[in-house]
């Protein structure tokens, strides 16, 4: 997931490099780049959430759920970045936040990967609910470690 969450970070970083590239050459490299690196997230996503559920049976069912909230924010991207440029007049505002969104995602998830490892490195050891606190990466790998272990349940 390390590589996942650096791609999604490249990708929101060639994202607002579009905004200050003013040749066509410039533009391809920028876009070549954030090609690469989403097809390389998009590659990465069917094993990462695998690992995540532990369970080949349950991972198709993890990719539909992973694919099924990209597809919302995907038919509801445009429109709002659409309204954007309507309101400010320039296409600033809709690249900022749409590159920064993705920057913020792949830090997320960088962070939730750290969290679920650390977490099953304390969970070996009896001293794991006095060394949990609540930040957003341990709220996280909980709700993770949650969803997997209901899926693994209902299958029971």
Not at 89 to 107: D, F, N, R
Not at 115 to 140: D, H, P, Q, Y
């Amino acid at each position: 997931m390390l590589l996942q969450g650096l791609g999604l970070i490249a990708m929101g970083f060639c994202t607002v490099l579009m905004l200050i590239i003013n040749n066509y050459t410039g533009l391809l490299s920028s876009i070549i780049l954030f090609s690469f690196f989403s097809g390389g997230t998009l590659f990465l996503s069917g094993p990462s959430v695998e690992q995540a559920l532990k369970s080949p049976e349950k991972s198709a069912h993890g990719l539909g759920h992973c694919q099924f909230w990209d597809s919302i924010f995907v038919f509801i991207g445009p429109p709002i970045a659409g309204f954007l440029y309507d309101v400010t007049g320039s296409y600033t505002a809709p690249y900022l936040i749409g590159g920064l969104s993705l920057v913020i995602s792949g830090a997320l998830v960088i962070a939730g990967d750290r969290s679920v490892k650390r977490r099953r490195r304390l969970s070996s050891s009896s001293s794991f609910a006095k060394e949990r606190n609540n930040t957003f990466g341990s709220i996280m790998a909980q709700y993770m470690y949650n969803a997997r272990n209901l899926s693994i349940e209902s299958s029971l």
